[in-house]
């Protein structure tokens, strides 16, 4: 089993939909967590860290639920520039991150 | 901003040559660096990290006498992949730290492909 585990995707949706993804994760003793955006042939960039309180960034609201191991992220009225694959990532001990596979996102006009 | 910086982006490469990859912190001191290898449509995976004025610690199936980190500065890694061949071709790629809880930085990544 793979530690972070994501929706396998690709999602594809019409501008102005809501998107949520979903992961989840095994090593309970992550310490933090992050949602990044990886655009094809490019490097990973954060989107946003993930908190027990839940964060929001626009259209953007992050979700982490440490005793069911479980993050997520939503995305509302979605953009054609919202396209992308949308990586899971843990951190763990030392500063080791630990992606998910991804999904990937794909906004039509 | 933190800026990382990875250089060369993209090399071609016969099978047999060593190529080194240098990841460079910009604006800022980094004792720690990651290094990540990407195949196609898969995710990053994490090869090892880099201790500056120690030796790397690798992850698991990763051949550190193949893939040779050193970190002698506190803004400067490098991965060399020895004798590289076609089955190394993939999307490598550095992260750095700025210290505390402050997420990590990544360079732009280096694309290998070994004929």
């Known amino acids: 089993r793979k530690e972070v585990e994501q929706d396998p995707g690709p999602f594809n949706v019409p501008e102005g939909a809501t998107v949520a993804f979903n992961c989840t994760y095994s090593?309970?003793?992550?310490?933090?967590f992050f949602w990044y955006r990886q655009d094809c042939r490019k490097e990973p960039k954060l989107l946003m860290s993930?908190?027990?309180s839940g964060n929001e960034d626009g259209r953007f609201t992050a979700q982490l639920n440490r005793a069911s191991q479980y993050i997520s992220l939503l995305i509302r009225d979605s953009k054609l520039s919202d396209s992308a694959t949308y990586l899971c990532?843990?951190?763990?001990?030392?500063?080791?991150?630990?992606f998910g596979q991804g999904t990937e996102l794909s906004v039509k006009p | 901003g933190a800026v990382v910086s990875q250089h060369p982006s993209w090399v071609i490469c016969k099978s047999g040559t060593s190529v080194k990859i240098e990841c460079r912190s910009l604006?800022?001191?980094?004792?720690?660096m990651f290094w990540y290898r990407q195949f196609p449509k898969q995710s990053l995976m994490l090869m090892a990290t880099?201790?500056?004025?120690?030796?790397?610690?690798?992850e698991q199936g990763v051949e550190k006498d193949k893939f040779l980190i050193n970190h002698a500065s506190l803004t400067l890694s490098t991965l060399t992949v020895t004798s590289a061949h076609p089955e190394d071709s993939s999307f490598y790629i550095c992260?750095?730290?700025?210290?505390?809880?402050?997420?990590?930085?990544f360079g732009d990544g280096t694309r290998l492909s070994i004929l």
């Open positions: 992260s750095a730290h700025t210290g505390g809880n402050q997420p990590q930085h």
């Open positions: 090593n309970s003793a992550s310490q933090s």
């Open positions: 993930v908190y027990s």
């Open positions: 990532v843990v951190e763990n001990q030392g500063g080791k991150l630990i």
């Open positions: 604006d800022f001191q980094a004792t720690t």
């Open positions: 880099s201790n500056e004025g120690s030796k790397a610690t690798y």
